[in-house]
């Protein structure tokens, strides 16, 4: 594509870019794809979005469409006693696996909250289980709509054609599969009720790794990955629609280390392979440069708090 006929860079609006290929290394599916790198925000995205999209989330190997697993009534009350007593108390030793980001905003139990991207809906089952009532979830590449009980709805439509108002929206590494940032994001603040929070947790570019090994950055992943903000770029974004920004954390893990250097050995994203090519030292090694690297603020993911405004 001549780069005269490229937009503007989708985060900060700038035309001074960097052009790369890049290849689908997930699956190892055949193909080359164009990213732009903003030289001004730093910001990545896909320049040639191929026509068969979906044919990149097959239902039987992606990584979100595994089946839903339920847990019985005993363990769901456990489940809420233990998100009950989590955020009521200082003890990292009952957290669940998403409190850190959930005692952070602390959401009502009726709250109206909507998962943008949400899969096969085990995050917002989880937080059915722990006693949350009002949860729906959007993804058009889910096989059907399912509805799980009066408190959760699994929707195949995307966020677009969602009804109603929400006190909560959330996306969870869905915002990158998305083509335009400032859409979904002008969307979200419309759909936000005044003081309503938005959290979207993305990779992001500010990321060392991403710097160091280029193209073959696991949470690259082309073509899926339409976007990647940097941390510069989203903020920006995010503050032209209005949206108030109360704190970037970054949570990234070892998956940034393991993942990447299964790339650079042509494997594709099998964790079965992680055991077999990394010694546990060596996996110890990659979570504490993890946590590392989060504090120094560069991770390859980072989690976006936000809030819309109460209008006086």
Same mark, same amino acid.
């Given at each position: 594509?001549?780069?005269?006929?490229?937009?503007?860079?989708?985060?900060?609006?700038?035309?001074?870019f960097? !052009?790369?290929?890049?290849?689908?290394?997930?699956?190892?599916? $055949?193909?080359?794809?164009?990213?732009?790198?903003?030289?001004?925000?730093?910001?990545?995205? @896909?320049?040639?979005?191929?026509?068969?999209?979906?044919?990149?989330?097959?239902?039987?190997?992606?990584?979100?469409?595994?089946?839903?697993?339920?847990?019985?009534? @005993?363990?769901? %009350?456990?489940?809420?006693?233990? @998100?009950?007593?989590?955020?009521?108390?200082?003890?990292?030793?009952?957290?669940?696996?998403? /409190?850190?980001?959930?005692?952070?905003?602390?959401?009502?139990?009726?709250?109206?909250?909507?998962?943008?991207?949400?899969?096969?809906?085990?995050? &917002?089952?989880?937080?059915?289980?722990?006693?949350?009532?009002?949860?729906?979830?959007?993804?058009?590449?889910? $096989?059907?709509?399912?509805q799980?009980?009066?408190?959760?709805?699994?929707?195949?439509?995307?966020?677009?054609?969602?009804? /109603? %108002?929400?006190?909560?929206?959330?996306?969870?590494?869905a915002?990158? %599969?998305?083509?335009?940032?400032?859409?979904?994001?002008?969307?979200?603040?419309?759909?936000?009720?005044? /003081?309503?929070?938005?959290?979207?947790?993305?990779?992001?570019?500010?990321?060392?790794?991403?710097k160091e090994?280029?193209?073959?950055?696991?949470?690259l992943?082309? $073509?899926?990955? &339409?976007?990647? $903000?940097?941390?510069?770029?989203f903020?920006?974004?995010?503050?032209?629609?209005?949206?108030?920004?109360?704190?970037?954390?970054?949570?990234?893990?070892?998956?940034?280390?393991?993942?990447?250097?299964?790339?650079?050995?042509?494997?594709?994203?099998?964790?079965?392979?992680?055991?077999? !090519?990394?010694?546990?030292?060596?996996?110890?090694?990659?979570?504490?440069?993890?946590?590392?690297?989060?504090?120094?603020?560069?991770?390859?993911?980072?989690?976006?708090? @936000?809030?819309?405004?109460?209008?006086?």
């Amino acid at each position: 594509m001549p780069i005269e006929q490229i937009s503007a860079c989708k985060f900060c609006g700038k035309k001074d870019f960097l !052009l790369f290929l890049a290849k689908e290394r997930m699956l190892q599916l $055949p193909g080359e794809f164009t990213y732009s790198e903003c030289q001004s925000c730093f910001s990545l995205q @896909l320049i040639n979005i191929p026509d068969n999209l979906s044919d990149y989330y097959p239902l039987d190997s992606y990584y979100s469409q595994v089946t839903l697993v339920e847990s019985s009534y @005993l363990k769901n %009350h456990l489940k809420a006693l233990r @998100l009950k007593l989590f955020l009521k108390s200082q003890w990292n030793i009952l957290r669940p696996s998403y /409190g850190y980001w959930l005692k952070k905003i602390n959401p009502k139990l009726n709250d109206q909250i909507a998962d943008i991207g949400c899969g096969n809906g085990q995050l &917002l089952y989880e937080l059915y289980a722990s006693g949350y009532r009002n949860l729906q979830g959007f993804d058009p590449f889910i $096989p059907k709509t399912k509805q799980l009980n009066s408190s959760l709805t699994l929707w195949k439509k995307s966020f677009d054609d969602s009804e /109603g %108002h929400f006190d909560l929206i959330m996306m969870h590494h869905a915002f990158e %599969h998305l083509n335009d940032p400032r859409d979904i994001l002008k969307l979200c603040f419309e759909k936000l009720n005044p /003081g309503g929070r938005l959290l979207v947790r993305t990779p992001v570019t500010d990321a060392e790794v991403w710097k160091e090994k280029r193209e073959l950055w696991v949470q690259l992943d082309a $073509p899926r990955h &339409l976007i990647i $903000p940097s941390i510069k770029g989203f903020t920006t974004l995010a503050s032209e629609i209005g949206l108030q920004l109360e704190e970037v954390e970054f949570d990234s893990s070892a998956f940034q280390f393991w993942g990447t250097a299964l790339y650079e050995q042509g494997q594709p994203l099998n964790q079965a392979l992680v055991k077999t !090519l990394f010694g546990p030292k060596e996996l110890k090694e990659m979570n504490k440069k993890a946590l590392r690297y989060n504090q120094e603020g560069k991770g390859d993911q980072a989690c976006f708090y @936000l809030v819309k405004p109460i209008k006086s």
